[in-house]
């Protein structure tokens, strides 16, 4: 008798019984065994088979073992309607499917069969077949046009299913061939379907908001039953419910939400139906909070419980605390006490007029009880009968397994408790070896610092609720980044030329803060590294930067702190008449001008100040409208100080946060947004003219003057405001990663490539009018984790979704097209901006 697979399914449940639930489309993308080979063959079935070298078994994407004729296809003909022939895919447990990939049969140039269109049936429990719609109720998925490419297609709304069919459409009779993969996660939640009423109409200010659970697939009536919908699609609803994620869709689409007068007792009950008996732990709930509009979260929960045939007479309470305050939608987490059950029933009470969900969620485990038929059966087979003489040795094996799984555990528990005292022992050595290793690429593009106060702590050690399912080949973020075979050529190559140039000594990582660029030379590597010298200020080209008077600066305000500096705003006066013609700038020549005036500690080291002063040498030299300028220096005594132009605006992230609204966003805002991104990119394409690299492209670091002028700045980095945009690695150097290419975090390589990433988000940033950080979705680690994503190529790697109302063309022309894996396939900033020239003029 095989027991191998009862100690497979037991140890899955040691692994599962705690795991938390929260799935998110955007990642859950991951391919769930057609190509692989994961899905065996007896879970591949079809209607029919054209002979047995086009089996269903060989309907596998982009997969060929050198047998059969290299796809799946039916005996017959397609009919038009595409609804008789079928290839069938068993998952064996349920699954949350975000993307479907199809691809037709080449067979080596001697066939040319492939599905133009289908459809694509669904089941959770093999009996009931629900047809996918997109959300506008639309079946048909636009297919293969040759035998060879393989065609995505993204399910919105995505699916939960155990069972999937593909059904191939054709216009005309037609030979058909198809192979496919299905991309999603596993559906860890359990939930089978749940049983609601049918969301009610709101009429507000004369508009007709919608909160029916558009996409539910059960049966729909007053009470919509035996189906799953809006509140499992992994969408959560936007603070103001007026607008959706989806673009196109009417006001109310994200939320499912009832009025208060149609309920006299006061509350909606709710039912939800598992896949077995489970231990559950909490219920996440996704709530509106718009009280303005008569809309908050509930009152109270009550939920009861039921394994069998009725209800247990104790229920669950919880009461919120009801915000009176804030606006803002947010996740309520109902404990449920470990209750077991296979059904719930919850009863939410109203608090106000209206009740919003968009959202719920279950944390739970396997029910204990149900390892008593485990034991009794082998799991691959429930309904084999055990021969009585077998059963103790049966059960002595499997107790006797179980204890050695365990014992197991409880060695890994050990070690990593005494791994963890380990690595406090040594981790101050680690913290220099990372730091060294990313900042290796030294003097001319050092990474930024920061001057996060001991209020803030670090944030590298943090823990966050992984939504990257673990697979074999996953390492911690820092691991990573430490492993890479690129990456260790690029630190050796330069660590023996940093050792020559220091005269064999390995010196403590050199400093660079927050420069607006930094001088890239040719080189076979695209970014050499410069050693610091002694600058003379005032030779060559920079003798036209004067010393300004320290006495006529006038504190006016204290901009942000960094590691080694402060970024002051001040009154000059008289900077008007001591700036050269072509530095003149507009404004009263008898009031004092505001200035951005930045400072170096006295007791900055010399690095610092050799640094110090190549900023001033090179920002000296840069003339251009979109560019901040260096007005004037103060070299002569401690702290050594630059002086810049400063923008009566403030920077383009918070002007536009605070200035347009989303709704806003069309028409005549549209066009001034893009007029603002015509302007970074016309100066990203001046400092690219002249080899220069930015490293810190972001709305943070553009300011914004009269009519809308932009000019690229670098004071963002000092900023306590934007403290959030910025990683701390291991404690000591900051990144903005959300900005930065993979090769840049990964590698340490930054480029003008790499400038021509970021400037993709920043686009992404004015578009969204500044509303939400890039990837807000994800914690630090997990873009980390994406950008290895991007590395492998593995198409995995999660991209920034389409901004609302932005075109086809800025999006997948443009802002994808910077997100690039090769850089030498990104465009150029002469490209950019001549593209967005040619938007802006239509």
């Given at each position: ?5 009862i ?5 899955f449940?040691l ?5 938390r639930?929260?799935?998110?489309p955007?990642m859950?993308r991951y391919?769930l065994?057609m190509?692989?080979g994961q899905?065996q ?14 089996a ?6 982009d ?19 595409g609804l008789k ?13 975000t993307?479907?990939g ?16 289908y ?9 009931n ?30 699916i939960i ?8 459409v ?8 198809m192979?496919?993969?299905l ?14 009423p049918d969301g ?5 200010r004369?508009?007709d908001v919608?909160?029916?659970d558009?996409v539910?697939?059960g049966?729909t009536a007053?009470?919509l039953?035996?189906?799953?919908g ?18 196109g869709?009417?006001p109310?689409?994200?939320y ?12 909606v ?25 008569g809309v ?11 394994s ?5 007479t104790?229920?669950v309470?919880?009461r919120?605390?009801?915000d ?5 939608a947010r ?17 939410f009470?109203?608090?106000?007029l ?14 204990n009880?149900?390892w ?8 691959d087979?429930?309904t ?16 006797a ?16 408790v ?33 001057s996060?106060?001991?209020e ?16 074999a080949?996953?390492?911690e ?15 050796e190559?330069l660590?023996r030329k ?5 005269g064999g ?10 420069d ?8 076979d590597?695209?970014t050499?590294?410069i050693?610091p010298?002694n600058?003379n ?6 003798s ?14 204290k901009l942000?702190?960094g ?6 705003l001040?009154e000059?006066?008289g900077?008007?008449d ?8 507009e404004g ?5 001008l505001l ?11 010399k ?8 900023e001033?040498?090179i920002?000296s030299r ?36 605070t200035?347009y ?9 549209y ?7 015509v ?8 400092l690219?003219?002249?080899?220069f690299v ?7 670091n553009c ?18 405001l ?16 959300r ?13 003008m ?22 990837y807000s979705?994800?914690?630090?680690e997990q ?10 190529d ?5 991209y920034?979704?389409?901004?609302p ?7 997948h ?24 020239m ?5």
């Amino acid at each position: 008798m095989e027991v191998k697979p009862i100690t497979h399914h037991l140890f899955f449940v040691l692994l599962t019984a705690t795991v938390r639930t929260q799935v998110n489309p955007e990642m859950c993308r991951y391919p769930l065994g057609m190509t692989g080979g994961q899905i065996q063959d007896e879970d591949i079935s079809a209607s029919s088979q054209w002979s047995e070298s086009t089996a269903a078994k060989f309907g596998r994407l982009d997969f060929d073992n050198g047998d059969g004729d290299g796809a799946w296809c039916p005996d017959i003909m397609s009919e038009p309607d595409g609804l008789k022939e079928y290839l069938q895919v068993d998952l064996r447990s349920l699954h949350f499917i975000t993307l479907v990939g199809t691809q037709g049969r080449h067979a080596d140039g001697m066939g040319n069969e492939f599905a133009q269109r289908y459809r694509i049936k669904y089941s959770r429990n093999g009996s009931n077949w629900v047809g996918w719609h997109d959300r506008k109720g639309r079946q048909i998925i636009e297919g293969n046009r040759n035998a060879y490419d393989v065609v995505l297609k993204d399910l919105e709304p995505p699916i939960i299913a155990r069972y999937v069919r593909f059904m191939p459409v054709t216009d005309h009779s037609m030979i058909v061939c198809m192979r496919v993969e299905l991309y999603g996660c596993e559906w860890l939640d359990g939930l089978m379907s749940y049983s609601i009423p049918d969301g009610h109409l709101m009429i507000y200010r004369g508009l007709d908001v919608y909160f029916n659970d558009s996409v539910y697939d059960g049966t729909t009536a007053e009470r919509l039953t035996k189906g799953l919908g809006q509140l499992t699609d992994g969408t959560w609803g936007l603070d103001d419910f007026l607008h959706s994620h989806i673009y196109g869709m009417w006001p109310g689409y994200d939320y499912v939400g009832w009025n208060n007068k149609s309920f006299p007792k006061g509350y909606v009950e709710m039912i939800f139906e598992f896949d077995h008996v489970r231990n559950f732990t909490s219920m996440k709930v996704h709530c509106n909070n718009m009280f303005s509009r008569g809309v908050r979260m509930f009152r109270q929960a009550t939920c009861y419980f039921r394994s069998g045939s009725d209800w247990e007479t104790e229920p669950v309470t919880f009461r919120p605390t009801v915000d009176r305050v804030s606006q803002i939608a947010r996740f309520v987490a109902v404990p449920l006490g470990d209750r077991t059950a296979s059904t719930i029933k919850c009863r939410f009470h109203f608090s106000d007029l209206w009740l919003l969900f968009s959202e719920v969620a279950f944390q739970s485990g396997k029910n204990n009880s149900a390892w008593v038929s485990f034991l009794s059966v082998p799991w691959d087979d429930p309904t084999h009968k055990v021969d009585d003489s077998n059963t103790r040795i049966l059960i002595g094996c499997l107790v006797a397994i179980i204890a050695i799984l365990l014992a197991i555990i409880v060695i890994i528990l050990w070690r990593q408790v005494w791994q963890k005292m380990l690595e406090k022992a040594s981790r101050r050595m680690l913290d220099d070896e990372l730091t060294a290793r990313l900042a290796v690429q030294t003097q001319a593009f050092s990474f930024h610092h920061s001057s996060l106060s001991s209020e803030g702590g670090s944030t590298s050690n943090s823990t966050y609720e992984r939504i990257f399912p673990l697979c074999a080949d996953y390492q911690e973020p820092s691991r990573l980044i430490r492993k890479l075979p690129e990456f260790a050529q690029s630190t050796e190559h330069l660590g023996r030329k940093e050792k020559t140039q220091s005269g064999g000594s390995e010196g403590a990582p050199h400093y660079a803060e927050a420069d607006i660029i930094s001088l890239q030379e040719s080189s076979d590597s695209g970014t050499d590294s410069i050693t610091p010298v002694n600058i003379n200020l005032f030779a060559g080209t920079d003798s036209s930067m004067k010393e300004f008077p320290r006495h006529k600066l006038t504190f006016k305000e204290k901009l942000g702190e960094g590691q080694f500096g402060e970024v002051h705003l001040c009154e000059a006066e008289g900077m008007q008449d001591f700036l050269l013609e072509d530095l003149s700038i507009e404004g009263n020549k008898e009031s004092p001008l505001l200035v951005a005036v930045k400072t170096l500690r006295e007791d900055a080291n010399k690095n610092a100040r050799n640094d110090f002063l190549k900023e001033i040498r090179i920002m000296s030299r840069l003339r251009d409208p979109n560019i901040v300028r260096l007005l004037a220096v103060c070299v002569d005594t401690d702290p050594l100080c630059m002086i810049t132009e400063y923008m009566e605006n403030g920077d383009l992230n918070q002007f536009l946060n605070t200035t347009y609204r989303a709704n806003n966003i069309a028409s005549t805002y549209y066009i001034k947004l893009i007029g603002m991104a015509v302007q970074i990119a016309s100066g990203m394409k001046y400092l690219s003219s002249l080899n220069f690299v930015h490293r810190d492209l972001a709305t943070r670091n553009c300011l914004v003057g009269k009519n809308y002028t932009i000019k690229i700045a670098d004071f963002g980095m000092s900023r306590n405001l934007y403290r959030g945009d910025y990683y701390r690695i291991q404690g000591r150097a900051v990144l903005p990663i959300r900005w930065m290419s993979w090769e840049s975090i990964l590698l340490g390589k930054f480029t003008m490539a790499s400038d021509v990433w970021a400037f993709g988000v920043t686009l992404w940033e004015i578009l969204t009018l500044c509303k939400e950080q890039p990837y807000s979705q994800l914690s630090d680690e997990q873009v980390i984790e994406n950008t290895g994503e991007f590395f492998r190529d593995q198409g995995k790697q999660v991209y920034l979704p389409k901004p609302p109302y932005c075109p086809d063309r800025i999006y997948h022309d443009l802002m994808l097209s910077c997100w690039r894996r090769n850089a030498k396939q990104r465009p150029s900033f002469q490209e950019i901006h001549t593209l967005l020239m040619d938007i802006s003029n239509i």
